[in-house]
C-alpha cells in the first residue's frame, strides 16, 4: 500500500476515534528539525533593539544583539536564514543571508557575527 493512500485511511479513521488513540507509523510521522540562530556582537553602540531572524521568508522572530532564537517543528531540506534590522553602525561579518541543510531530528545551528562602531 503507497504512503499516501495509508496515510489518507489514517486520517479517515481518525475521525472515528480519539486523536490520541492512533500513532503514526514511523514511516508517516513528520520529518522534522530544528534550526538554532545564534547573534555575536561586538564593539561600541550595539543595536539596542536587536535583530529580525528570517527562515526562508517564511517565519520570523526577534534575536538580541548577543542572543539566540530556534524554530522548531521545520521539515527537514534545505532554508535559508537570513538577519535584519541591522543599525546603520553595524556590519555582517559575512553574508546577511545563509544556506543550510537540515537534517530529520536534528537541530542544526547557524551563526551571525555582527560588529558595530
Do not use: H
Not at 27 to 39: C, E, F, H, N
Not at 51 to 57: G, H, Q
Not at 90 to 106: D, E, H, R
Amino acid at each position: 500500500m503507497d504512503r499516501t493512500y495509508r496515510l489518507l485511511l489514517l486520517i479517515g479513521l481518525a475521525g472515528c476515534i480519539g486523536e490520541n488513540d492512533i500513532t503514526l507509523p514511523e514511516d508517516l510521522q513528520p520529518i522534522t528539525g530544528s534550526a538554532q540562530i545564534l547573534v555575536a556582537t561586538t564593539g561600541t553602540n550595539l543595536d539596542a533593539d536587536g535583530y529580525v531572524a528570517i527562515l526562508d521568508e517564511e517565519r520570523s522572530a526577534p534575536v538580541d544583539a548577543n542572543g539566540q532564537v530556534t524554530f522548531s517543528g521545520l521539515r527537514a531540506g534545505n532554508w535559508q536564514a537570513t538577519l535584519e534590522g541591522v543599525a546603520s553602525n553595524c556590519v555582517i561579518q559575512g553574508p546577511k543571508t545563509q544556506s543550510f541543510f537540515l537534517a530529520q531530528g536534528v537541530t542544526t545551528s547557524v551563526a551571525f557575527a555582527v560588529t558595530c562602531s
